[in-house]
């Protein structure tokens, strides 16, 4: 079987093609200066199609080396290119330029995205098409964002405060979603004047890759947008331990982000970590249950439970505990395994081998805690598909808040189902837990829903919906989820610093010595 499923030509003509080597792959290189060059590096990562099993792209397993050349070219271009000279209003004009290409080219992405990690065609093309917003907002914003005058209680002195981009940023995306998780951190780092060093993940660098080619159409300048792949080991500790970045921004795991933190720490650079969640999503008697049961579908299953702010926690009340899960269990009985690239497909497969393994474990210690198992629980095999990584919808009732199966995060298709007697059962069931990313509630009471949203500790709680975002609000959680934001003017902010500025207004300096 072909490891490609889609057609990887670009479609704007102005894009040149990604080499292929002999047997077919896709052979990348870093992008460093405006220029795509050889690692310094003799190692390479080939990149696996999740849907084949198939080897169909190879990319550099970078250096140190790689990284310092990269840091000192957004270096250069932050101190003394073009950039480092652009007024606010001109950054803005190129980052709507390059939301303009992205909405020209959101079906190739959408296809590179696809190859790389194996979501459904039908959630990327969405997903590609609204990242376009990310670029048009920043780029709006980027000369919106002023200081202020500060009423000064000194005589003779005008104070004000202004904005001064951070310098050069760190992004370290995740596998899961690779080109919006990158677009919510570079975005707003651009309009604020900053200059970035992309790492994706090993397993999907491709669609990054394929992506600066629009940077580079766009007109930034050479060495404002940089590329380095490579292991987190390897390429990843070179870049957060660099003495050339003053700002990191992270998507990943927690033990990953703490880590980073704590090296980061040792420079003063400042973090951005968006690190998961253990989210819980709660259903109240008086919801309305139609409703409810496909929120609590969307917000495990979609993408294959492979996003941060997955409802993992099912949380029901006692009185429709029984119905709503047997309800639940009907909903996913009967969906639809296959390629994505048919929009018939409802589950995608897992995106890595690794993450793969993962979920087949937490199955097996949620059977031994003692969680019961009331559907899927096993891989799915898909004809057409031998070496798939296809998972059942998996569902356990019966689950206790002090089991791991509801305190570590699986970040696969695997729901764990708990009871609640009332508000305050809720609360505290939601609430017991290091993470604090999302929370989910579904209730016909007004008043309930806004309880609810002050008590629980979560950077973001949606009330009868689930997974709704928008590039115009901030996201981040509270605990092990993660510092900082991402969206919205907060978003922006991550990446400047305040400066104050003291004007003397009188003719004359007083004598220091003099006493008066």
């Given at each position: 079987?072909?490891?490609?499923?889609?057609?990887?030509?670009?479609?704007?003509?102005?894009?040149?093609?990604?080499?292929?080597?002999?047997?077919?792959?896709?052979?990348?290189?870093?992008?460093?200066?405006?220029?795509?060059?050889?690692?310094?590096?003799?190692?390479?990562?080939?990149?696996?199609?999740?849907?084949?099993?198939?080897?169909?792209?190879?990319?550099?397993?970078?250096?140190?080396?790689?990284?310092?050349?990269?840091?000192?070219?957004?270096?250069?271009?932050?101190?003394?290119?073009?950039?480092?000279?652009?007024?606010?209003?001109?950054?803005?004009?190129?980052?709507?330029?390059?939301?303009?290409?992205?909405?020209?080219?959101?079906?190739?992405?959408?296809?590179?995205?696809?190859?790389?990690?194996?979501?459904?065609?039908?959630?990327?093309?969405?997903?590609?098409?609204?990242?376009?917003?990310?670029?048009?907002?920043?780029?709006?914003?980027?000369?919106?964002?002023?200081?202020?005058?500060?009423?000064?209680?000194?005589?003779?002195?005008?104070?004000?405060?202004?904005?001064?981009?951070?310098?050069?940023?760190a992004c370290i995306m995740p596998w899961n979603s690779p080109l919006p998780l990158t677009s919510l951190k570079l975005?707003?780092?651009?309009?604020?004047?900053?200059?970035?060093?992309?790492?994706?993940?090993?397993?999907?660098?491709?669609?990054?890759?394929?992506?600066?080619?629009?940077?580079?159409?766009?007109?930034?300048?050479?060495?404002?947008?940089?590329?380095?792949?490579?292991?987190g080991a390897g390429a990843g500790d070179a870049l957060v331990c660099h003495p050339g970045i003053q700002r990191i921004a992270v998507t990943g795991g927690p033990e990953a982000g703490r880590i980073i933190a704590e090296k980061a720490a040792r420079h003063m650079k400042r973090v951005t970590?968006?690190?998961?969640?253990?989210?819980?999503?709660?259903?109240?008697?008086?919801?309305?249950?139609?409703?409810?049961v496909k929120g609590a579908v969307a917000g495990i299953f979609a993408a294959s439970g492979q996003t941060c702010v997955a409802g993992s926690r099912l949380l029901l009340q006692d009185s429709i505990h029984d119905a709503f899960l047997g309800r639940l269990v009907d909903f996913i009985r009967d969906v639809r395994f296959g390629s994505p690239t048919d929009p018939a497909t409802q589950i995608a497969p897992i995106s890595t081998r690794p993450q793969f393994e993962k979920i087949q474990s937490y199955v097996a210690i949620a059977r031994q805690d003692g969680a019961r198992l009331v559907a899927g629980g096993k891989p799915r095999a898909v004809p057409g598909f031998p070496n798939g990584l296809f998972f059942e919808p998996t569902i356990f009732a019966d689950v206790t808040n002090d089991m791991r199966i509801a305190r570590e995060e699986v970040f696969g298709p695997v729901l764990s189902v708990l009871r609640f007697r009332d508000e305050e059962d809720a609360i505290r069931i939601a609430n017991d837990t290091e993470f604090?990313?999302?929370?989910?509630?579904?209730?016909?009471?007004?008043?309930?829903?806004?309880?609810?949203?002050?008590?629980?500790?979560?950077?973001?709680?949606?009330?009868?919906?689930?997974?709704?975002?928008?590039?115009?609000?901030?996201?981040?959680?509270?605990?092990?989820?993660?510092v900082g934001r991402e969206g919205g003017i907060a978003g922006m902010m991550e990446y400047l610093e305040t400066k104050s500025v003291w004007i003397s207004t009188t003719a004359e300096i007083p004598n220091p010595f003099v006493r008066r």
């Open positions: 079987m072909s490891a490609l499923l889609v057609d990887m030509t670009p479609t704007d003509s102005r894009l040149a093609p990604t080499r292929r080597a002999e047997d077919g792959c896709f052979v990348y290189r870093q992008y460093i200066d405006g220029t795509f060059v050889d690692s310094d590096g003799e190692g390479w990562i080939d990149s696996d199609n999740p849907v084949t099993g198939a080897v169909w792209a190879r990319v550099p397993d970078g250096t140190a080396s790689d990284v310092d050349r990269a840091v000192r070219a957004a270096t250069a271009a932050f101190t003394t290119g073009p950039w480092a000279t652009m007024r606010p209003t001109a950054r803005g004009a190129l980052l709507r330029r390059l939301g303009d290409l992205i909405e020209q080219n959101a079906d190739w992405l959408a296809r590179v995205e696809l190859q790389d990690n194996g979501k459904l065609i039908a959630e990327l093309s969405m997903q590609m098409r609204y990242m376009a917003q990310y670029y048009y907002y920043y780029g709006g914003l980027a000369d919106k964002v002023g200081g202020s005058v500060i009423p000064s209680d000194k005589p003779g002195i005008f104070n004000f405060t202004t904005y001064a981009p951070c310098g050069v940023v975005a707003p780092a651009l309009a604020a004047g900053a200059t970035v060093v992309l790492k994706p993940s090993e397993f999907t660098s491709a669609s990054l890759l394929e992506f600066v080619k629009l940077v580079e159409l766009a007109g930034f300048p050479p060495g404002v947008v940089n590329v380095v792949t490579g292991r970590l968006e690190l998961g969640g253990k989210s819980p999503n709660i259903v109240f008697a008086d919801a309305d249950m139609d409703q409810a604090g990313l999302a929370a989910g509630v579904w209730t016909e009471s007004l008043r309930r829903g806004l309880l609810m949203s002050e008590r629980l500790r979560a950077g973001t709680v949606w009330v009868n919906n689930y997974r709704s975002t928008s590039t115009t609000s901030p996201f981040g959680g509270f605990g092990m989820s993660g």
